[in-house]
C-alpha cells in the first residue's frame, strides 16, 4: 500500500514538473525569472524527463558554475554519439546580456513544452541550453539600466562581475564565462549557435529581427546555402507564425532609404567566434520597445523554426558543415578583414514609421520622433556581400616561446593542438618587426586595443629553448590559429594586447656615454656610415638632432635590443 502511494505521489509530482509555469506566465507576462527560479525550474525537469539532463560546466566571476540543459529524445546526452548519428546539435546561449531576459524566459517554457511533448524536437536535432550566462549580470537585478526598454519589471545589469561585456570577450577570455563558453562550445562542437539579445536603436514595426553570421566568411558553399535556402525558409517560417522578421537594424535615426548593412561581426563576439569554427550562428536582437511578452513570445517562435528548419535540413547542413571544415583544413591562406561590398544588394521588406519633429518636453528644443500614426512598409536595400581584405598566407608552423603561457592557454582550451621542443634548437623562420600600430587612447572591455599595426618581415636564425611550443598547420582549428596569431587581424591576441611587453624598449643608454661607442660602430660599419650620410642629406630635421642620430645608429648596431618590437609568434614556412 506504501509503494502505490508513493507511486501516486510521484506521479502526481511529475505531472505537476511538466506543467509547471515559468514566472513569465504567472505574471502575465510582466516579470523575468530570477536566476534561481531558472535553475531550480531546469533541476525540477531533469528529474521528470528522460529528454533532459542538466550539468555544472566550467565556474564564473560569479562563483556560480555555468550549467548546460541537454536535450535528445533517445534520452543520449553525449555530443561525441550524436556527431556519430549525423544529428544537427544547435547551442542556445541565453543572458549574456541579462537585462536583455528574452531568450531566458522564452528557454524555459521551450525546454518544458518538449518536456512534456506540447513542442516536437525532431529525432535528428540534439539541443543544449545555456540557461544564464551572465549570472552575475543577473543576480544584479534593477528596474532602471535599460531606459530605453519596454520591461520586464526588473531585469539583470548589461556587465558581468567584473563588469565586462561578456559579448566582447570570445576571443581574449578576461572572463571565467568565457573560459568556460568554450569548453561548452567545443565539447558540443554546434552546428548553430543562437545567442538571444534585445535590440536598441530605431523604432519600427518588427518585433524581431536576427543578425546572421556573415555568408561569405562561412565560405563559398555553407555561407551560400545559409543565405540562398535555409535562411530563407526561416523567415517564411515566422511571416507564417505572424511574426515578420527583418535582419537586424543597425541604424537609428538614418533614414531607410539609404538601405542596411550586414553587422560587421568581428571574432569578439558569439557570432564571429563561431565562424572561425564553421558553426553557423544567429543573435536574435527582439525591438527593446516591443512589449515584454511580445519579445518573449517571437523568441519562443524564433528557436521553434530553427528546431524545424534544422530537422529539414540536418543532412546538407552536416555534409556542408564538414566541407568547409576540410576546406579550412587545406586553405593556403586566409582573409583577416573583410568589407561591406556596396556593389552588391539584395532587398527587403522594412516596416517602419516616418520620423518627425517637434519640441522636447525635457530641453524645450526640437527632438525627432518616429509618429507611430504613419507607419510604412518599403523595400529597401540589404548590402549583405562583403569583400575578403588582407589575406595572410598559412605559415607550416607557428614558434612561440614558453613565457607567453597565457596565449598558449587559450590556443588549447580552444582545441588546438600545441607541441613542445624537447631541446634547445635554432630556426631558419620568418620574423615579423611592429612597424607602426595606433593604441586605443580610451579603455575598451580592460583594454587599450592595439589597430592599424603595420608590420615588415625577415628571416632570421632564432635560437628556440626546450619547452617552447611548436603549432603546426594541420589542424581543424587553422583559420581560429591564423586569425589569432598574425598580429594585423582584427581581434588577434596582439590587438588584445597580449604581447604589449615587446612595444616598450627594456635597455638604452646615456647620449654622453654612447658617442663613444656610436663613432666606433660607424667606423666598423662603413655601410651603416653611408645609410646615416644619405638619411642626413635627405632629412634637413635629422641632420641637425644629434639624439635623432645617435638613436639611428643606435637602432642599428649590435647593442639595439632584438626583442624590442619583435613580434614573439615566429612562422615556420
Known amino acids: 500500500m506504501k509503494n502505490i502511494f508513493s507511486l501516486f505521489i510521484g506521479i502526481i509530482l511529475s505531472a505537476s514538473s511538466f506543467a509547471q509555469q515559468t514566472p513569465f506566465e504567472k505574471s502575465g507576462g510582466k516579470e523575468s525569472a530570477t536566476y ?56 542556445i546561449n541565453n543572458g549574456i546580456h541579462p537585462g536583455e531576459p528574452d531568450g531566458i524566459d522564452a528557454s524555459m517554457m521551450l525546454v518544458r513544452d518538449i518536456a512534456n511533448g506540447k513542442m516536437k524536437l525532431p529525432d535528428n536535432v540534439a539541443m543544449a ?19 530605453n526598454q ?8 548589461r556587465g558581468n562581475s567584473q563588469n565586462l561585456d561578456l559579448n566582447r570577450d570570445f576571443t581574449k577570455c578576461d572572463t571565467r564565462e568565457a573560459r568556460s563558453f568554450t569548453q561548452i562550445f567545443h565539447f558540443l562542437n554546434p552546428d548553430i549557435l543562437i545567442d538571444n539579445h534585445v535590440s536598441d536603436g530605431a523604432d519600427y514595426q518588427h518585433t524581431m529581427t536576427l543578425l546572421t553570421t556573415q555568408y561569405d566568411k562561412l565560405g563559398a558553399d555553407l555561407g551560400a546555402w545559409l543565405r540562398d535556402k535555409f535562411e ?45 569554427f564553421q558553426t553557423i550562428a544567429f543573435m536574435p536582437e527582439t525591438h527593446m520597445l516591443k512589449p515584454f511578452s511580445d519579445r518573449v513570445r517571437s523568441t519562443y517562435a524564433l528557436m521553434q523554426t530553427m528546431i524545424e528548419q534544422a530537422g529539414l535540413n540536418a543532412g546538407e547542413l552536416i555534409s556542408l558543415r564538414k566541407k568547409a571544415m576540410n576546406d579550412v583544413a587545406v586553405r593556403t591562406s586566409f582573409p583577416l578583414t573583410w568589407n561591406v561590398d556596396s556593389s552588391k544588394n539584395s532587398m ?16 524645450g528644443l526640437q527632438r525627432m520622433y518616429y509618429d507611430r500614426s504613419k507607419p510604412f512598409t518599403k523595400e529597401i536595400k540589404y548590402y549583405n556581400v562583403f569583400a575578403p581584405e588582407n589575406f595572410v598566407s598559412k605559415p607550416r608552423a607557428y614558434i612561440i616561446p614558453h613565457g607567453w603561457e597565457q596565449v598558449i592557454e587559450l590556443l588549447k582550451i580552444n582545441n588546438v593542438t600545441t607541441r613542445q621542443f624537447s631541446n634547445d634548437t635554432t630556426i631558419e623562420v620568418q620574423v615579423y618587426h611592429i612597424d607602426d600600430y595606433k593604441s586605443a587612447p580610451r579603455a575598451y572591455e580592460k583594454h587599450h586595443k592595439n589597430y592599424d599595426v603595420k608590420v615588415s618581415s625577415s628571416v632570421q636564425k632564432i635560437k628556440f629553448l626546450k619547452g617552447d611550443y611548436i603549432i603546426l598547420l594541420n589542424q581543424p582549428t587553422n583559420r581560429y590559429i591564423v586569425e589569432m596569431l598574425d598580429p594585423t587581424g582584427d581581434d588577434s591576441f596582439f590587438s588584445w594586447n597580449f604581447f604589449d611587453g615587446i612595444l616598450q624598449q627594456k635597455e638604452g643608454y646615456s647620449d654622453y656615454r654612447w658617442e663613444d661607442l656610436a663613432a666606433d660602430v660607424l667606423k666598423n660599419d662603413p655601410v651603416l656610415k653611408q645609410k646615416m650620410e644619405e638619411k642626413k642629406k635627405n632629412d634637413a630635421k635629422f641632420a641637425g638632432n644629434a639624439s635623432a642620430q645617435l638613436d639611428f645608429i643606435y637602432k642599428n648596431s649590435p647593442y639595439y635590443e632584438p626583442a624590442h618590437l619583435r613580434y614573439p609568434v615566429y612562422r615556420l614556412n
Open 232 to 276: 530563407p525558409a526561416v523567415y517564411k517560417s515566422m511571416t507564417e507564425k505572424k511574426w515578420d522578421l527583418v535582419p537586424y537594424v543597425n541604424f537609428e535615426t538614418s533614414a531607410p532609404g539609404n538601405g542596411m548593412q550586414q553587422f560587421y561581426d568581428p571574432p569578439r563576439y558569439s557570432s564571429g567566434y563561431a565562424a572561425l
Open 150 to 157: 519596454n520591461g520586464p519589471i526588473e531585469y539583470g545589469f
Open 129 to 147: 541550453f545555456i540557461p544564464i550566462y551572465n549570472i552575475g549580470g543577473c543576480l544584479n537585478r534593477n528596474s532602471y539600466s535599460r531606459a
Open 348 to 363: 527587403v521588406t522594412f516596416k517602419g514609421y516616418e520620423q518627425a519633429f517637434k519640441t522636447s518636453d525635457a530641453t
Open 36 to 91: 534561481f527560479q531558472a535553475i531550480e525550474f531546469y533541476k525540477n525537469l531533469d528529474k521528470v524527463s528522460s529528454k533532459i539532463f542538466m550539468k555544472e560546466m566550467g565556474p564564473t566571476d560569479a562563483g556560480y558554475p555555468l550549467h548546460l540543459v541537454l536535450i535528445s529524445n533517445d534520452a543520449n546526452f553525449d555530443p561525441v554519439q550524436w556527431h556519430k548519428e549525423n544529428k544537427a546539435i544547435i547551442l
